[in-house]
């Protein structure tokens, strides 16, 4: 079975460039997960997918950030205009349901603006 | 905002060594699950435990074994015999007070076992 994939794996842009980040879950998880990890600080929330339902976004910086998932399938994460301080690296999970069940996680993907 | 605290940022043992990783967490909760998680160099976070509050037995996984102690709110995680594939970064997670599924996550410990 195919774990949860992300693309790409660096991205390396401008600040006030445009970036899209895609993940595909592990076929047949309803629930898709946004991370993100900045620099030498703890990895954190950004929002969570039930199906093409956002279920909860509160972890989302501001509105330069707008995350989709068509169809209830893969999920992309755009930032636009990025700005210095959304370098990180970005995470994605799935999991089958949602209450306290394992997350899977793919392997990120890592964002440097300049 | 319910803290998950990995105190030890770095640790460097030889192989063949036991290693504890400390993980200390707060909450108002009396119901609550703990994980714990590995990247890898590969970068993906891999699941390794998920603990339920109610279950304080010490848990054993060939070489992995988790110390569960409410009293002090601590969930630690000890490596037996440690290998140099064991050579990773190591989260403590749990889901935000009132989610069953915003995880929250340590700083993480990175684990390094030399020959």
């Known amino acids: 079975e195919a774990g949860v994939t992300q693309f790409p794996s660096h991205s390396v842009i401008e600040k006030g460039q445009t970036v899209t980040l895609r993940c595909d879950p592990i076929?047949?998880?309803?629930?898709l997960y946004w991370y993100r990890r900045v620099m030498g600080k703890e990895i954190k929330f950004l929002l969570h997918f039930v199906k093409e339902s956002k279920q909860d976004e509160s972890g989302m910086p501001n509105n330069r950030f707008l995350a989709e998932r068509t169809g209830g399938t893969y999920s992309t994460l755009k930032v636009q205009p990025a700005e210095l301080e959304d370098s990180g690296v970005y995470f994605c999970?799935?999991?089958?349901?949602?209450?306290?069940?394992?997350?899977?996680f793919g392997p990120g993907t890592r964002l440097t603006v300049l | 905002a319910q803290k998950v605290t990995q105190a030890q940022t770095e640790i460097s043992v030889v192989e063949k060594e036991d290693v504890t990783l400390d993980c200390v967490y707060e909450t108002r909760d009396t119901t609550y699950y703990l994980f714990w998680y590995k990247q890898p160099p590969s970068g993906e976070l891999v699941f390794l435990i998920r603990?339920?509050?109610?279950?304080?037995q010490n848990e054993i996984s060939g070489r992995y074994s988790w110390n569960f102690q409410k009293s002090t709110s601590s969930f630690n995680f000890t490596i037996t015999a440690s290998q140099v594939v064991d050579s990773a970064v190591y989260f403590c997670a749990r889901p935000l007070r009132g989610t069953a599924s915003k995880l929250t996550f340590g700083t993480g410990t990175r684990l390094q076992v030399t020959l």
């Open positions: 076929s047949g998880h309803d629930n």
């Open positions: 999970a799935s999991s089958p349901g949602a209450a306290y069940n394992e997350q899977f």
């Open positions: 603990r339920n509050s109610f279950d304080e």
